[in-house]
C-alpha cells in the first residue's frame, strides 16, 4: 500500500523508517517531512494544516494509510476532514477525531475526564481570568512546588514547576495574560506528584488496543534535570521498574478506564494514546495524555517493534487491531538528542552537520534538518537536531554504543545530555 506520514520531525522519520523495512509498504510519502525522511520516502511540501492540498495528494499519490505525526493537525481536526469527505472516507487514517484529540489540545478537559472516570491523577484546579481568585487560593493552600499547565498546546513549553509561592502567582498572572498566548488563556495547577515519569503508549482502533513498550524521556536542556523543559533531549525503553505487576495497574486503573470513558463520552478513538506517567510509591498516575507518539520516545520505541508496522497501522485504522500481533526486540534501546545551542531559547539554523557517515551500529533519526542548496550538505532547521538510537542486550551497553556514535556527529553549537539513562541505571526500588 501507499502511505502517507504527515509531519517534519523525528517521530516522522522514525515511523517512516519502519514502514518502510516491511513488504506491506509499497510508497512512502511524508508532508512536509525533513532531510532524513527524504532517504526513506518522497517529501511533499505541504503545511500539516493545509487539509485541502493533503486531500488532492491522497488523491494524485492513490494513499491509502495516512498516519498523523504530530498534535496540531489532531487538534484542529484533520481525521473528521477525512471521515466527512466522500472521497476520502475510503482511506485509512490512524489519529483520533477533534473530539479524542481534546485529550491533548485542553488540559482543563483532559483533568475533567479523568476525574470523572476515577483515573488516578494529581489533585488540581481550572483557572482563568475570571476566577483567578480561586486559583491564587487554591496555591496558598498547597505545598510547593507549585505546577502550573497551559490549557492548550504549546509544543511542550507550557508547563512551570515553580519553587516559591510568590512566583507562582506572578506567573500564573503572566500566562492568563498571554505568556503562551491563547493557549494560556486557561490555566490548570496541579498538585506536584514525587516520583519517576515514564512514558507508556497505546495503539488502539477504539475497542481494541496493544501496549507499545514503555519509555522514560529527559525533559529539562541540562544534565541532572536542570534548567528550561524543552520538546525531549533522549529517552531509554524499557523501563527498570515497569515491570509486570506495575504495568498490570496501568492497565486496569489507567488504560481500560480511559477507553471505556471515551466509548461512553460517544468519542471514538483510533490511533496513538501517549500516557505520561508517574510513579509515586509503586503506583501509576496520569500526568497528562497526549494523543500521538511522543518525540522522543518514539525513536527510541519503535525501533523495538518487529511486527509489520504497515500491517500493525492499517488493523489500527479498519478495527481489526485484535487480529494482528505485535512482536518487540527485548533489547534495551537509548536515544540521545542532539540540539542547538541556545535551545530551547534563541538559536541559529542552517549550520552545516558532518560525521553522519560515520554512524554505525546505531540508527540515525533526523529532527530539525535541511538540505544546504549550494553543498548539498545535511544543515540544521531546528533546536532539536538529530536522535541518535542505540540497542544492545544490556541498558549500560546501549547507553555507551549511543554516546560512541552522537560524539561523531558536528555541527556549531551542538550540545547533548550526558547523562540520558543513567538514573535507569543506578536505580534502586524504595
Known amino acids: 500500500m501507499n502511505v502517507l506520514v504527515i509531519g517534519s520531525g523525528g517521530r516522522e522519520h522514525a515511523i517512516a523508517w519502519k514502514l518502510k523495512q516491511h513488504p506491506s509498504t509499497k510508497k512512502i510519502f ?28 491522497v488523491i494524485e499519490r492513490e494513499i491509502e494509510l495516512v498516519v498523523v505525526g504530530p498534535e496540531q493537525p489532531l487538534v484542529e481536526g484533520i481525521v473528521d476532514f477525512f471521515k466527512q469527505d466522500t472521497v476520502l472516507q475510503s482511506v485509512g487514517i490512524v489519529g483520533p477525531g477533534k473530539a479524542g484529540a481534546q485529550l491533548e489540545g485542553s488540559k482543563a478537559f483532559a483533568k475533567a475526564f479523568m476525574q470523572k472516570y476515577g483515573i488516578p491523577t494529581a489533585a488540581c484546579q481550572t483557572v482563568t481570568k475570571e476566577n483567578i481568585d480561586e486559583g491564587i487560593a487554591f496555591l496558598q493552600r498547597m505545598q510547593a512546588p507549585y505546577v502550573l499547565k497551559a490549557d492548550g498546546l504549546a509544543a511542550g513549553k507550557g508547563v512551570l514547576i515553580i519553587e516559591q509561592l510568590d512566583e507562582a502567582v506572578e506567573e500564573l498572572k503572566n500566562m492568563l495574560s498571554g505568556k503562551f498566548g491563547l493557549a494560556s488563556e486557561t490555566v490548570v495547577i496541579e498538585e506536584f506528584l514525587k516520583g519517576i515519569e515514564l512514558s507508556v503508549f497505546v495503539l488502539t482502533d477504539g475497542k481494541h488496543y496493544k501496549l507499545l513498550p514503555a ?3 529527559y525533559k529539562r536542556i541540562g544534565e541532572g534535570d536542570t534548567g528550561p523543559n524543552t520538546g525531549g533531549m533522549g529517552a531509554v525503553s524499557p523501563v527498570v521498574f515497569a515491570d509486570k505487576n506495575f504495568m498490570k495497574k496501568i492497565e486496569d486503573q489507567i488504560v481500560e478506564p480511559t477507553l471505556k470513558g471515551l466509548q461512553q463520552e460517544n468519542i471514538g478513538y483510533n490511533g496513538f494514546l501517549f500516557l505520561g506517567l508517574i510513579n509515586v510509591g509503586g503506583n501509576p498516575y496520569v500526568i497528562e495524555y497526549n494523543v500521538r507518539l511522543g518525540d522522543p520516545e518514539a525513536e527510541c520505541v519503535i525501533p523495538r517493534i518487529e511486527s509489520d508496522f504497515g500491517l500493525l497501522l492499517q488493523a489500527c485504522a479498519n478495527g481489526t487491531l485484535n487480529e494482528s500481533k505485535l512482536v518487540f526486540d527485548d533489547r534495551p534501546a537509548v536515544t540521545v538528542m542532539l540540539v542547538s545551542g541556545g535551545y530551547p531559547g534563541a538559536y541559529s539554523k542552517g549550520k552545516i552537520i558532518s560525521g553522519l557517515e560515520s554512524i554505525n551500529e546505531c540508527v540515525v533519526f533526523h529532527s530539525g534538518t535541511s538540505i544546504d542548496v549550494n553543498s548539498q550538505q545535511f544543515k540544521t532547521s531546528g533546536g532539536r537536531v538529530i536522535a541518535v538510537t542505540a540497542l544492545d542486550f544490556s541498558l549500560d551497553a546501549a547507553r555507551k554504543k549511543a554516546f560512541a556514535n552522537i560524539d561523531k556527529i558536528q555541527f556549531e553549537g551542538a550540545y547533548y545530555r550526558k547523562d540520558i539513562g543513567l538514573d535507569l541505571l543506578n536505580y534502586k526500588a524504595n
Do not use: H, R, Y
Not at 500539516?48 to 488532492?56: I, M, N, Q, W
Open 30 to 57: 511524508i508532508a512536509p517531512g525533513n532531510a532524513g525522511t527524504a532517504m526513506v520516502g518522497t517529501n511533499i511540501p505541504i503545511d500539516v494544516s493545509d487539509f485541502d492540498e493533503l486531500k488532492k495528494l
Open 215 to 217: 519509555a522514560k524521556d
